[in-house]
């Protein structure tokens, strides 16, 4: 697997790694710098992720910067760019995938109560 693609499958087995993560693993396991990753590799990194669900209450404190007028409504364009500052530069198809997944009402604002249930697997 080309290490330019580990971020997005890893996500998209909702793993929720940062870029700063995922660096540190591929410093390990792309260690020579090849560009590539073996299967077993690939693996071995899914091994290390932490895949323990945040609470609720962790979740609308990670997003609570984002709710300057404290109702709930969160700007995506404000959390892109704040993800970018903070060294989480998203693809044009992270970007397009991000807000489709949040944006549940095509208004260009998440809303604290669809972020929870996103991040919070329903019981089983």
């Known amino acids: 697997m080309a ?7 890893m996500r998209a087995m909702g793993a929720l790694v940062t870029g700063k993560e995922i660096r540190i693993l591929l410093e390990k396991y792309d260690s020579d710098r090849t560009g590539k990753i073996s299967q077993d590799d690939y693996i071995n990194m899914l091994a290390e992720i932490d895949w323990k669900p945040d609470s609720p209450d ?15 409504m ?3 364009e404000e959390m892109k760019h704040v993800l970018q500052r903070i060294g989480e530069t998203l693809t044009p198809e992270e970007s397009a995938n991000f807000v489709t997944m949040i944006d549940n009402y095509g208004d260009g604002f998440a ?14």
């Open 58 to 72: 962790e979740i609308r404190e990670a997003f609570s910067p984002f709710d300057k007028s404290e109702d709930g």
């Open 74 to 76: 969160l700007d995506l």
């Open 111 to 124: 809303r604290m109560n669809d972020l929870t249930n996103l991040f919070i697997p329903p019981s089983q």
């Open 3 to 9: 290490v330019a693609d580990v971020g997005l499958a």
